[in-house]
């Protein structure tokens, strides 16, 4: 059975098959299995074609409004810690040694890093040598979000002065090719440290420090998973940052 509320969002639009299928990340003949055999494509894939269409995703796939088998834990779930300050610091190194291909970093200021182990830049500076594009985004601390929550957390201005330091701590890794250096203006939720298929995300929760908010370690194991989900929101947050010049 043909998804004429597909074909009709996508006539109303302008989209053919291969402009949608290049934009959604999938093959033409699965854009037309879609709208004429009304074949469901991956819920992740879904929500992205619905989100270019203007539509609602279970108004054009109802069969994704069925319920999923709720999962005690998640099969990317390998370490959950109370806190952040549980975590050891070898934990992070050791994450970013292992990294062959990407390492993203995406805070406010973390400078617990450097603090903790002083060779965290000869680090990165090995690991881009060795080929691994590194991407790291650190608070702006003139914007309005991060003085925000510098208040949230009881820093106050502390957290300004503290990206501030982050960045004087970054900035040497730009004499480095492989190595970028952004500033966001973002409201974080979370705290992200990513190397490879490994990552570990630090909460933000309102009126705590970052040190002493929750840290999960996340291993790619599945598609649209956790993994993905912080993976999509780096690269957002990314794409907005503003460029740190040597």
Sequence with gaps: MSNERLRAAMVARGWTHESLAHATGVDPKS????VNLGRVPRRRTAMHAAEILGEDVHALWPALRQSR???AVSPELVALY???ADV?????INVFAAAREHIDVLVYAAVFLHEAYPRLNALLTE???AGCAIR???GDAASPNVQQRGKEEKFGHGIESRCRLALMHY???LATPGIELRTHSTTLYNSVFRAD???LVNAHVWGVNAYGAPVWHLRRTLDGGLFDTYTDSFNAVWTSARPVEG
Excluded: G, K
């Design 31 to 34: 854009v037309e299995r879609w």
């Design 69 to 71: 088998t709720a999962r």
């Design 127 to 129: 690991r881009a040598e």
């Design 88 to 92: 050891p610091a070898s934990t992070f």
């Design 136 to 138: 790291i985004t650190v």
């Design 197 to 199: 298929s490994e990552m």
């Design 82 to 84: 109370d806190h952040r």
């Design 171 to 173: 900035l040497p890794l």
